[in-house]
Structure formats: structure tokens, C-alpha cells
């Protein structure tokens, strides 16, 4: 009889990352000779659970990646890319890109990656970290001038009165003719080459199955999607499970070296790691 091993397996509980693993939690898709447990924080816990190496496999910001590339490399599968968009900053007042420097604007955590390409884009801006999901309201209350917006709030943001500053993936786009690498899988390289392609090929299947089966992955997610009405559920995956999320392909992976090359150029990282794919 095959040994079955158990393998931690950590991500968001958002309605993209629920699309993505829909299959796996629904055993639709059952790993060859591995078995996951499901573990779901939001993404600054996920790349502090990271630096100190809790799970073998886990979601993570691609600006967190050089401080965890010594013990994780990046899977080809399950990324989070905008092509042409990305987070958003947005401002309680209609203010202008030009107004934003100096202003204090909330991150929604330090290592994420939308506070990274802020610093790119607005090297001038006062930055102060909260919860993602405090990002709006600290906007709307006059905690912060502005506030940067990732996972379901980039699309609901009009519904609370904001405006918006800018798009940071259009930015990037605009600034790199490259799509923005926003979020990456890891697996852990102490589990070796075999368990490291078996928990690969199950999160490729997962992601597929999901595509293949829209409808009913799209169902579970709406379960994550934070009271989000369908059609916005639809939107939001539609945006960051695309063809980048089934395989990086030589743009996303050199899309990811871009972004960390300029973070190491512009000192927000001592070094970018040593950029390795697997899978």
C-alpha cells in the first residue's frame, strides 16, 4: 500500500484562492501519494508564516519571495497576475497621482506586493500597515489620505464613495510593457524533487478542474467572496486566474525578475534570491 504524505498546504481565504483550490478541498482532484491539509490566513500572515517556514506549501506575496528563497522555491502554477491592473490606491477625495507623494497612504502589510510597487510608483509616500480589510474604512474616516486596495476591494471600492488615484498594475504595465506579479505559490525544497512535482501536478489539476468546471468552482468561491454579489465573484476570478495562474510562462517569470531586480535596485530588498522555478 502507498504511503500517503500529509503536506500543509496554506492560502488566502479569497475567492480567487478558493477558485483555484476548489477541486483539492472538494476532493474533485486527489494528489497522487500526498494528502493536503487546507490551512487559510490572509497574505501578511502567509508571508510571515513563510519567513519562519511553518508550511510546505503556501501563497505568498511575490515581494516576500527573497526573504524565504533560501528554503522555498516559486511553483509554476497558482499565481496571482494583473495584466494591465492590479491593486488600486484610492483617496476619500478625487486627488491626482501628483498629489500622492507626501500623503500618508495604508499598505495592507509591508511585504505585500502592492506596498512594494507603491514605493516604485510613489517613492515620496508615507506608508502605515493595517489589515487589508481596514484599508477602505481607514480611507473613508479620514485615518489615512489614501489607502491601497488589494483582493475583492479593488472592484467595491466606488460602492463606499472612494475615488480612485491609480491603478498600480497599470502602472507597472505602462512603466515595463510586463504584466504584475502579484502573488506566487511556494513549496518547500527539503521535501525533495518526487513530493515536490506530486504536490506540483495536484495544483495544476486543481487549477484546471477549476476552469473546466467554472460554474460550480465558481459556487464554492462565492462562499469566500466576502459578501460579494455573483457577477462580482465572476469578475474578481476572472481577473487573477488566467493563463498566468496555470503556468508563469517566460513573461511571468520574467516579470517576477523585473519587479524584484528593481525592489533590489531601489534598496527596498537586500537581495532579490536566487530566482528559481519548479513544476
Same mark, same amino acid.
Given at each position: 500500500m502507498?504511503e ?8 488566502s ?11 483539492? +478541498? ?6 497522487d ?10 497574505i501578511?500572515?502567509l ?7 511553518? =508550511?510546505?506549501?503556501?501563497a ?8 524565504v528563497a533560501?528554503?522555498?522555491i516559486?511553483?509554476?502554477?497558482? +499565481?496571482?497576475?494583473?495584466?494591465? =491592473?492590479g491593486p488600486r @490606491? @484610492?483617496?476619500? $477625495? ?8 507626501g500623503?500618508?497612504v /495604508?499598505?495592507?502589510?509591508g ?5 512594494l @510597487?507603491?514605493?516604485?510608483?510613489f ?11 481596514h484599508v ?6 479620514? $485615518?489615512v489620505?489614501?489607502g ?8 467595491t %471600492? $466606488? ?12 502602472w ?9 506579479p502579484?502573488?506566487?505559490?511556494v @513549496? ?6 518526487d ?8 495544483i ?11 460554474e460550480?468552482a465558481?459556487?464554492y468561491a462565492?462562499? %469566500? /467572496? ?5 457577477e462580482?465573484v465572476?469578475?474578481?476570478v476572472?481577473m ?16 517576477v525578475?523585473e519587479?524584484?531586480?528593481r ?6 530588498v537586500?537581495?532579490?534570491? $536566487? ?5
Open positions: 502507498q500517503i504524505i500529509p503536506l500543509t498546504l496554506a492560502h481565504p479569497d475567492s480567487d484562492d478558493a477558485f483555484m483550490f476548489w477541486a483539492l +478541498a472538494s476532493r474533485r482532484v486527489i494528489p501519494g500526498i494528502d493536503f491539509r487546507h490551512v487559510l490566513a490572509d501578511q500572515t508571508n510571515n508564516a513563510a519567513i519562519e517556514g511553518l =508550511y510546505d506549501v503556501s505568498i506575496s511575490v515581494h516576500a519571495y527573497p526573504y533560501a528554503n522555498y516559486l511553483l509554476n502554477m497558482g +499565481a496571482s497576475v494583473g495584466d494591465g =491592473y @490606491v @484610492v483617496a476619500r $477625495e478625487n486627488i491626482s497621482q501628483s498629489e500622492l507623494n500623503r500618508v /495604508g499598505i495592507p502589510g511585504l505585500t506586493t502592492a506596498a @510597487v507603491l514605493k516604485l510608483a517613492p515620496g509616500v508615507r506608508t502605515t500597515e493595517m489589515s487589508f480589510d477602505t474604512d481607514a480611507v473613508s474616516n479620514g $485615518e489620505d489614501a491601497v486596495l488589494i483582493h475583492e476591494g479593488q472592484i %471600492f $466606488e460602492q463606499m464613495g472612494l475615488h480612485l488615484v491609480t491603478d498600480l498594475g497599470k507597472w504595465k505602462d512603466t515595463t510593457g510586463l504584466p504584475l502579484l502573488g506566487a505559490n @513549496v518547500r525544497k527539503s521535501l525533495g524533487e513530493i515536490i512535482e506530486k504536490a506540483a501536478s495536484a495544476r489539476d486543481s487549477i484546471q478542474a477549476g476552469l473546466e468546471n467554472r460550480a465558481l459556487r462565492a462562499g %469566500f /467572496g466576502r459578501e460579494l454579489k455573483a462580482e465572476d469578475k474578481f476572472g487573477y486566474v488566467n493563463d498566468y495562474t496555470l503556468d508563469w510562462g517566460e513573461t511571468g517569470r520574467e516579470a525578475r519587479l524584484l531586480g525592489a533590489k535596485a531601489s534598496g527596498i537586500d537581495s532579490t534570491g $536566487e530566482i528559481n522555478f519548479t513544476g
